[in-house]
């Protein structure tokens, strides 16, 4: 699964869950229904952080929750392997420290 599919598959669930079709969700957003879609079919290559975001506040969900799916955190964990790869080897180093570490707490991929 690719991130435009986990998208769509994560607008699938979340209308399921209310028990809400598209359509409706579509029009709780304020978003064109053909535009959510273009998201869940093959006409929409990238969705739109704007119009996710929309669909979050027409749920009345944080965007960081729409994104706390396994996929989503697998996704933060592999973009995390090389900084950390980056931070073992500064480690191995006796030219380096490291003074500190930042994270954001709850976040999915920078959490503390």
């Not at 607008?11 to 978003?31: F, S, W, Y």
């Not at 079919?41 to 979050?56: E, L």
């Not at 996704?75 to 006796?94: F, V």
């Amino acid at each position: 699964m690719n991130t435009k599919e986990a998208v769509a598959k994560r607008i699938l669930e979340l209308c399921d869950q209310r028990n809400i079709t598209v359509n409706e969700m579509a029009g709780i957003a304020g978003v064109p229904p053909s535009t959510v879609y273009s998201m869940l079919g093959t006409k929409s290559k990238n969705p739109g952080i704007v119009t996710i975001k929309q669909i979050c506040d027409g749920l009345e969900i944080e965007l960081p929750d729409f994104f706390d799916t396994p996929y989503f955190r697998s996704q933060c964990r592999k973009l995390l392997e090389d900084y950390m790869l980056q931070i073992r080897e500064y480690l191995s180093n006796d030219r380096f420290r490291i003074l500190g570490i930042v994270g954001i707490d709850g976040s999915p991929s920078c959490g503390v």
